[in-house]
């Protein structure tokens, strides 16, 4: 091959690799890191931008888009030594290139092992319970603390949302077993509750028919005693009407033992004739 013809080859390479390099179009929603001779010279924004080749160089290409982080699952150990699983996913938006890249290695990385282990120390502080309840708490508190430091690396924290929070496996079968418990002792509560308000009613019943039955007794013995007051006033002292109500009372009762169902034989007394006679002959003398 002839020698000019490589040189004029070799010249267009050149001269389109320079071009190359010298003429950048940047898209919209990046910010390009140039530095020149190794060092930080000048963020080129969407559009077009020129280069002088050779000492210019596109370090970094960054998106100013949000950025979506999606933070990892990890275990979490409460104040009362409950362990629980959470994750959760941030929006992070780079405001500042420069920082973005020159203040911290790798700042995805950085603010992802940052929300672990901010998540884990508010977590810690509180109890299963309140844990479990307060995403909202959480996450306010989360993207509290990890603010500062994000601005540091030229990163602005749109949003932290927790995704989920739930006991660990051994720790949800522990909960269910003290579910469990505590529903048989509520149940063990209510059930000796009933047989004690049973207990109080049957008593307050005994104690109401004891109660009724001797106010009964009392109102018969004053009725008796009423009566013989009666009877006493009405006889006076002659024996004659008191005998003679006796022996009344004591022919009913005989006539009713013997015309009771279930009397098959009834017994006389043997002295019943003179009894009567006596009852009739001190009536007769009176």
């Not at 949000?66 to 030594?81: F, G, P, S």
């Given at each position: 091959?002839?020698?000019?013809?490589?040189?004029?080859?070799?010249?267009?390479?050149?001269?389109?690799?320079?071009?190359a390099k010298g003429v950048r179009l940047v898209s919209q929603g990046e910010e390009w890191i140039v530095e020149r001779l190794g060092k930080y010279y000048r963020t080129i924004t969407p559009g077009l931008n020129i280069l002088i080749p050779y000492l210019d160089n596109?370090?970094?290409?960054?998106?100013?888009?949000?950025?979506?982080?999606?933070?990892?699952?990890?275990?979490?150990?409460?104040?009362?030594?409950?362990?629980?699983?959470?994750?959760?996913?941030?929006?992070?938006?780079?405001?500042d290139p420069v920082k973005a890249v020159y203040g911290v290695t790798d700042f995805a990385e950085a603010i992802r092992n940052m929300i672990m282990t901010t998540l884990r120390s508010i977590v810690g502080e509180m109890e299963l319970d309140a844990a479990l309840s307060s995403r909202d708490k959480i996450k306010a508190?989360?993207?509290?603390?990890?603010?500062?430091?994000?601005?540091d690396w030229g990163l602005t924290v749109k949003s932290v949302e927790i995704q989920d929070i739930k006991p660990s496996p051994s720790m949800q079968k522990a909960m269910e077993l003290q579910a469990a418990a505590e529903r048989e002792r509520k149940a063990a509560v209510t059930k000796a509750e009933g047989a004690k308000q049973a207990a109080i009613l049957e008593a307050e019943a005994r104690l109401e028919s004891a109660k009724r039955d001797a106010n009964a007794q009392v109102m018969l013995a004053e009725a008796s005693a009423e009566s013989i007051r009666r009877v006493t006033a009405a006889i006076g002292d002659q024996p004659g009407p008191m005998l003679f109500l006796l022996g009344e009372k004591y022919i009913a009762s005989l006539e009713k033992l013997g015309q009771a169902p279930s009397s098959k034989l009834v017994v006389m007394p043997a002295d019943l004739q003179e009894t009567l006679r006596g009852l009739i002959g001190r009536f007769g003398k009176g």
């Open positions: 091959m002839d020698a000019g013809l490589v040189i004029v080859i070799a010249l267009l390479v050149f001269l389109a690799v320079t071009l596109v370090a970094y290409k960054l998106i100013t888009k949000d950025i979506i982080l999606d933070v990892q699952e990890q275990e979490v150990i409460t104040r009362d030594n409950a362990v629980i699983l959470t994750n959760a996913i941030a929006f992070v938006k780079v405001t508190r989360l993207r509290e603390s990890i603010a500062d430091e994000a601005v």
